[in-house]
Structure formats: structure tokens, C-alpha cells
């Protein structure tokens, strides 16, 4: 499957620095890279959405590495012409313009040494400070079954674990990052395969909320869990964002079933305030 005429005009617009209306970027491949962080969207007014692209060298990246196209100018341009299979050897990086992964595997992160097994081999889980370690080969990749895996939403949140280590006093765990999604899930393929408990460690708002339950709890169940700081109430009141818990009270309706979720988001209407998870860094 080959990225559309239509849709790569777009990514085109959006790599020039125009703003786009969201109603105009519909279909999986947009959603994926507003998901991903490549497009960025904002709500004016009430309810329209506009999307943008701040960093077009990542943009740039993210279409030879998801679908091939090495220049997406020309991508456009051949469509004009007819594209030929020569046409698009030079502006893709195969003949069918398919969709390609140069990689596919999951950061981790941790503050103190977990021992795991990779290909059978022992490893020792400590990163440099300013450094994460990629896991490849995932599927040949266990830790310690008492380590609890903490898949962390936001990347500043798993760029700074030492300042927020407070939270999990007690706890031997290992950080894993959703970010940047890749097309097949690695990570959620590699969670359904091992026995650890999992952590969700993200934002405190409808949509964090949503992200757990749909793409955490959906496929572990039990074994899944939504941290929820014991200070919760006191970090809302203190540095809420009401603008936050306005925006996703229309766009994002919650089926909550668990007690200590519900409690939650009782807290969001309570206060009328959701909250961002850098807060919490130290």
C-alpha cells in the first residue's frame, strides 16, 4: 500500500509550514502521526481543530521510514507525470513504494540495574544517565518476573526517571516508552508475551485514562494497573489545568468500570481540572 495523491499533498502543505484544518486530515496514516508526535493539533474555538508540523526534519524521517518516500516533493510530483516504476526507485526506496520499518523493538530506561535475558545471554539494564537502551530483538527478551514494567506516556516524563523515583519507592522497575508507536505494536506484542505486572504512568485526564483502557488494560487485564499518586487531590487543586479538562470533556467520553478510576475522575469534575504528568518531576 502506497501513501495516496491527496494525502501526500497534505504532508506536503504541512512540511511548508502551512496550518491545516483537522476536518481535512481524516484516515489512519494522520491520526497515526498525530499519535506519534510527527503533527501537532490544537482546538480554536469551541471545537476546530488545526494541525501542524513543527519539526519537518522529523516529518522528513518518518516517511522513509514508515513508507519509504525519500523525497516527498518529487513523491507529489510524479503523480502529476504517472509515476513509473523508475519514478519511483528514485523517490521511494523500493519499486512498490510500500511501506517499510527500518526497525522495529521498544526504548527502556531504569535508575538502577535489572537484570534480564536476551538471546539467552544475561543482561544488566543500566543506562548512562542521558542515554536509553533500544530493545530489537524483543521477543528474545525477558526480565526478572518481580520487576514491574511502568510504560510511561509523555517522553520528558522517561527522559528524567532519576527525578521521579520517589513515586516508586519500594519497587524494582523497568521504564518503558510508547514513544514514537510503531505500526505493529511492538511493545503491546512483548507485554502480552511475559508475565510482569504493568504500570500505566501517564497523564492524569480523560485521555490518559482513555490510552490505558484501550490499549493497556484491553489486552492485560488483570495484570494491569493505573498509577494514581496518593497525593492526588492536593496535585490538582495546586496545578490543574481547567483548559485541559474543558478540551477533552467534549471530545473524549470515558467508560470507567474500575473504583480507583472512577474516584478519578470524580476528582476531574470535582475540581473541573485534569492534570499533566511533568508535574510530577522533581
Not at 495523491?5 to 486530515?25: D, F, H, M, P
Not at 511493545?187 to 493497556?216: A, K, R
Not at 494491569?224 to 496518593?230: E, K, L, V
Amino acid at each position: 500500500m502506497k501513501l495516496s495523491e491527496s494525502k501526500a499533498k497534505k504532508l506536503l502543505q504541512l512540511s511548508n509550514g502551512e496550518v491545516i484544518s483537522g476536518s481535512q486530515l481524516k484516515g489512519a496514516p494522520f491520526e497515526q502521526m498525530l499519535d506519534d508526535g510527527i503533527l501537532q493539533s490544537s482546538i480554536q474555538g469551541r471545537s476546530r481543530r488545526k494541525v501542524v508540523c513543527n519539526d519537518t526534519s522529523q516529518l522528513k524521517f518518518y516517511l522513509k521510514n514508515q513508507w519509504g518516500i525519500n523525497d516527498l516533493s518529487a513523491y507529489v510530483e510524479n503523480f502529476k507525470v504517472g509515476e513509473s516504476r523508475k519514478d519511483n526507485i528514485i523517490v521511494a526506496s523500493d519499486s512498490k513504494s510500500k511501506k517499510v520499518r527500518t526497525f522495529k523493538g521498544f526504548l527502556v530506561n531504569c535508575y538502577e540495574s535489572i537484570s534480564a535475558v536476551l538471546n539467552e545471554k544475561e543482561l544488566k539494564l543500566q543506562p548512562a544517565s542521558g542515554s536509553f537502551i533500544f530493545i530489537s530483538d524483543f521477543e528474545n527478551f525477558t526480565v526478572d518476573n518481580e520487576v514491574t514494567i511502568v510504560g510511561v506516556e509523555n517522553a520528558e516524563n522517561f527522559k528524567m526517571i532519576e527525578q521521579q523515583k520517589y513515586l516508586f519507592e519500594g519497587m524494582r522497575v523497568l521504564f518503558v516508552s510508547r514513544y514514537p508507536q510503531s505500526q505493529s505494536k511492538d511493545l503491546m506484542h512483548w507485554l502480552q508475551t511475559v508475565p510482569n505486572s504493568y504500570l500505566h504512568f501517564g497523564d492524569f485526564d480523560f485521555e490518559g485514562i482513555g490510552i490505558f483502557q484501550n490499549e493497556y488494560q484491553t489486552y492485560l487485564g488483570e495484570r494491569a494497573s493505573f498509577f494514581i499518586p496518593p497525593n492526588i487531590e492536593e496535585l490538582l487543586q495546586k496545578y490543574g489545568n481547567r483548559n485541559l479538562y474543558d478540551l477533552q470533556l467534549n471530545i473524549r467520553k470515558l467508560i470507567v468500570e474500575d473504583e480507583k478510576l472512577k474516584r478519578l475522575v470524580d476528582l476531574f469534575h470535582h475540581y473541573k481540572k485534569c492534570l499533566e504528568q511533568e508535574v510530577l518531576i522533581k
